[in-house]
């Protein structure tokens, strides 16, 4: 069996998937990079892992061998591509069905800034062209969010052939006894914030809270991890409010180091809105032992945490955000069940090499008698239609 993955570019967050899959498949698996990544996350250190992997190809410099790749291989799953002037997915789809070959593609949301742009009669042709006509072809659709079934089923695309994915950072793997220790035991609740300072991101939530939680007598300190448009204006106001000792700012900070200081701290608070597609943060904290206060409307939160259980899901409001973190701060035996769950939920289910033997299985499948047979849960399971 051939699989070929082909997208914008790899990433950490896909090369342990990709890696998971070569494993298995040796030769028979490739990542095809379609353009260069851009230098901003190359300055955030997001390619310093590519160079030298035996499986990523690339189109724009040995073009005639990934197109046959990309016509011959048993299946082919379609990630994100922008340079639709070099390659048309659309066309390379229906050529492979001419030839009886299936194909997969993996998408965020289409309509992440509201539904209603669903209505619009240039888009639903654009989305008939691309999705719509292969409702009964053998090709499915991976969701890497828990809105994305939602935003498909509004252009009638794909039924009942859509499935749980997302992104899979390296899960790194522990004793109960290690990573605890690795967490922080001055007596307060370290908390961390990961991401670009912007505005769809929040930053500011986490000074907002700690101003409550410095009120009403907790002690705790704020790990914040990023930089971006709103730092200044962010470092600005911890200053002012006199609360300098309780933060901590890295600046642009290396995935590696990032996951050290989720490590030392108890507890991840995710503050993405809507626009936030997936949030590859929220395995991270999880696999890292921390108990994550996530935003609903973030792709990552519904497919990952349940509530209660595994971390705590609050509903947009900044205040609804705010009640759950004081839950936290004022129960740390419920902090420390939460963040082992969280662990148990990325290291049993949520990993690489989970989704890695699913897809493999799935395909295999696909190919033996056309069938689709998702998961029971996890990666590969039926994808909700939620509202």
């Given at each position: ?28 698996y ?7 990544m ?20 690339y ?11 990309l016509?011959e ?12 002037d070099l390659?048309?997915v ?8 001419r030839?009886?070959?299936p ?13 209603w ?8 042709v ?22 994305v ?31 605890e ?6 007596g307060?609740l ?7 300072f ?26 914040m ?15 002012e ?24 701290c ?22 890292s032992?921390?108990?994550?206060v ?7 939160v ?31 035996e ?6 082992r ?8 289910e ?19 008698d056309?069938?689709?047979i ?5 990666p ?8």
């Open positions: 069996m051939t699989i070929t993955f082909v997208s914008n570019y790899i990433n950490h967050h896909q090369i342990p998937f990709s890696d998971a899959c070569h494993a298995v498949l040796g030769e028979n490739h990542f095809i990079q379609t353009e260069p851009e230098e901003e996350r190359v300055a955030m250190g997001w390619g310093a892992e590519v160079n030298g992997i035996p499986y990523v190809k189109l724009y410099e040995e073009e005639e061998y990934c197109r046959r790749l016509a291989s048993d299946v082919v799953i379609f990630g994100w591509i922008q340079r639709e390659l048309d659309t066309a390379v789809i229906e050529e492979r069905l030839n009886g070959k194909s997969l593609r993996v998408s965020e949301r289409l309509y992440r800034e509201g539904q742009k669903a209505v619009s009669p240039r888009g639903l654009r989305k008939y062209k691309d999705h719509t006509r292969f409702r009964k072809e053998p090709v499915g659709l991976l969701c890497a969010g828990a809105y079934a939602s935003d498909f089923h509004l252009v009638r695309a794909y039924p009942g052939k859509m499935f749980r994915f997302g992104y899979f950072p390296e899960t790194k793997h522990y004793t109960r006894a290690e990573l220790g690795k967490k922080e035991k001055d307060k370290h908390m961390v914030w990961a991401g670009r912007m505005p769809l991101k929040h930053p500011e939530y986490a000074v907002r809270i700690g101003e409550e939680l410095r009120k009403e007598g907790y002690g705790f300190h704020i790990h991890a990023g930089s971006g448009e709103l730092e200044e204006e962010i470092k600005s106001r911890v200053k409010t006199g609360m300098e000792e309780d933060f901590t700012f890295y600046g642009y900070t290396e995935p590696a180091k990032v996951r050290e200081i989720m490590e030392r108890q507890v991840h608070l995710f503050t993405s809105n809507h626009l936030e597609g997936w949030g590859a943060v929220v395995n991270e904290a999880m696999n032992g921390c108990a994550v996530g935003n609903v409307a973030a792709g990552a519904p497919y990952l945490i349940r509530h209660g259980e595994n971390g705590l899901i609050y509903r947009k409001s900044y205040e609804d955000f705010a009640a759950q973190v004081k839950r936290l701060a004022a129960d740390g419920t902090v420390r069940r939460l963040g769950e969280a662990y148990r939920t990325i290291a049993d949520w990993n690489a090499e989970h989704a890695a033997e699913e897809l493999l299985r799935f395909c295999r499948q696909l190919l033996e056309g069938r689709m998702p998961a029971a849960e996890g590969l399971s039926p994808a909700p239609v939620r509202v």
